[in-house]
């Protein structure tokens, strides 16, 4: 049983965490789910989770960030291979990858960029109406 209990305990580590998002310099860690929960209008590829108080999130390939100053852009859609979709004011974009696996990837790594104020996956929650 003691075995069994390290062993399981081996595997969590080494497959856990591996869908998560950044919210102000936190991690938040997702799970995958097959679910129809959150049904939006449009039919494009979606990734499916429950966050940690286990709210139905989606993810698509789309993210929003916001840089100190515009100098690197051309470098991180280039990197990243992303186009601007939006761009709102004092330097925030919403940017558009091929997936939205590689939204959340580009997401997560530039927001750990120096001059990346925040980086995250343009998030689809399901409404709680009162």
């Keep these: 049983m003691k075995k069994l209990c390290v062993l399981l305990g081996c595997v969590s580590v080494l497959f856990g965490g591996e869908f998560y998002y950044m919210n102000g310099g936190k991690r938040v860690e997702l ?37 100190k100053d515009c100098e690197n852009l051309d470098k991180y859609l280039k990197m ?5 979709v939006k761009e709102y004011p004092n330097n925030t974009f919403l940017l558009e990858t091929d997936s939205p696996k590689l939204a959340m990837d580009a997401a997560n790594a530039l927001s750990q960029k120096p001059d990346v104020i925040y ?12």
């Design 31 to 67: 799970t995958p789910v097959e679910s129809d929960a959150i049904a939006p209008r449009t039919s494009q590829n979606l990734l499916r989770f429950k966050d940690a108080q286990g709210k139905d999130i989606a993810i698509p390939n789309r993210l929003l960030v916001k840089l």
């Design 80 to 84: 990243y291979e992303m186009k601007i």
């Design 119 to 130: 980086a995250q996956p343009d998030l689809i929650k399901k409404w709680n109406l009162r």
